[in-house]
T-cell receptor, first 114, second 107 residues
Framework: EADIYQTPRYLVIGTGKKITLECSQT?????MYWYQQDPGMELHLIHY???????EKGDLSSESTVSRIRTEHFPLTLESARPSHTSQYLC?????????????FGDGTRLSIL | GQSLEQPSEVTAVEGAIVQINCTYQ??????LSWYQQHDGGAPTFLSY????GLEETGRFSSFLSRSDSYGYLLLQELQMKDSASYFC????????FGTGTRLQVFP
C-alpha cells in the first residue's frame, strides 16, 4: 500500500512543452525529495524540501523547479522540456529532520521527451 | 567531495551468500543505510547502521566500520527474487546514495 503517490506514471511529450510532475504523500512527513535516475544507474538528488515554503537544490544541476505550499504536496515543473530531460523521476519523503530517517519512495514518473 | 563507491555488479546462485561492499567519503557522517530496487520499481529501505558492527534482519545483515569508512550488506540463502540493485546511502543534511550494485541470482 503506497503512502506516496506520483502522477503521471508515464509521460511522452514533445520538446518545448511545460511539464508538471505531481508528488503527494499522506504520512505527514516534513522532508521531501526529487531524484533523477537513468535505467540501471545511481540516484541523483535534484531538489529537496525541509517543510512548507522550504526548497533547496540538490547535487545534480537541473533545469526544473519545485514548490512546497502544502506539507503533503511537492510538485516538480519543467518550463520547457528537452530530450535531455528524458529519465525517470522519483519522489521520496522522510519523517522529521534527522538524517537517519528512512526514505519512502513513490513509483516514479518515466518521462520521454521527443 | 562526498562519495559512496560500490561494485557495479555481483552474481551468485540460489542458496549462496553474497556480500555487497560500500566504501564512503562523506562529511558529517551519521550512519549507513541500504536500499533495494527491483527493475522498474522504487527503492525500498532495508537497513540502517548508526553504530559499528553487524545488524541482522532475517536473511539480510548489514555491517559498518567507521574507522575504515566501510560497510557491507550480506545476503544469505539467496533467492531469485533477490535479483535487484542495491544502494548504500549516507544521511547528511539529506541522503547521498552510492553508485549501486546490480545483483543477479542464477538458479
Amino acid at each position: 500500500e503506497a503512502d506516496i503517490y506520483q502522477t503521471p506514471r508515464y509521460l511522452v511529450i514533445g520538446t518545448g512543452k511545460k511539464i508538471t510532475l505531481e508528488c503527494s504523500q499522506t504520512m505527514g512527513h516534513d522532508k521531501m525529495y526529487w531524484y533523477q535516475q537513468d535505467p540501471g544507474m545511481e540516484l541523483h538528488l535534484i531538489h529537496y524540501s525541509y517543510g512548507v515554503n522550504s526548497t533547496e537544490k540538490g547535487d545534480l544541476s537541473s533545469e526544473s523547479t519545485v514548490s512546497r505550499i502544502r506539507t503533503e504536496h511537492f510538485p516538480l515543473t519543467l518550463e520547457s522540456a528537452r530530450p535531455s530531460h528524458t529519465s525517470q523521476y522519483l519522489c521520496a519523503s522522510s519523517e522529521g529532520r534527522g538524517g537517519n530517517q528512512p526514505q519512502h519512495f513513490g513509483d516514479g514518473t518515466r518521462l520521454s521527451i521527443l | 567531495g562526498q562519495s559512496l563507491e560500490q561494485p557495479s555488479e555481483v552474481t551468485a546462485v540460489e542458496g549462496a551468500i553474497v556480500q555487497i561492499n560500500c566504501t564512503y567519503q562523506t562529511s558529517g557522517f551519521y550512519g549507513l543505510s541500504w536500499y533495494q530496487q527491483h527493475d522498474g520499481g522504487a527503492p525500498t529501505f532495508l537497513s540502517y547502521n548508526a553504530l559499528d558492527g553487524l545488524e541482522e534482519t532475517g536473511r539480510f545483515s548489514s555491517f559498518l566500520s567507521r574507522s575504515d569508512s566501510y560497510g557491507y550488506l550480506l545476503l544469505q540463502e539467496l533467492q531469485m527474487k533477490d535479483s535487484a540493485s542495491y544502494f548504500c546511502a549516507a544521511p547528511t543534511d539529506k541522503l547521498i546514495f552510492g553508485t549501486g550494485t546490480r545483483l543477479q541470482v542464477f538458479p
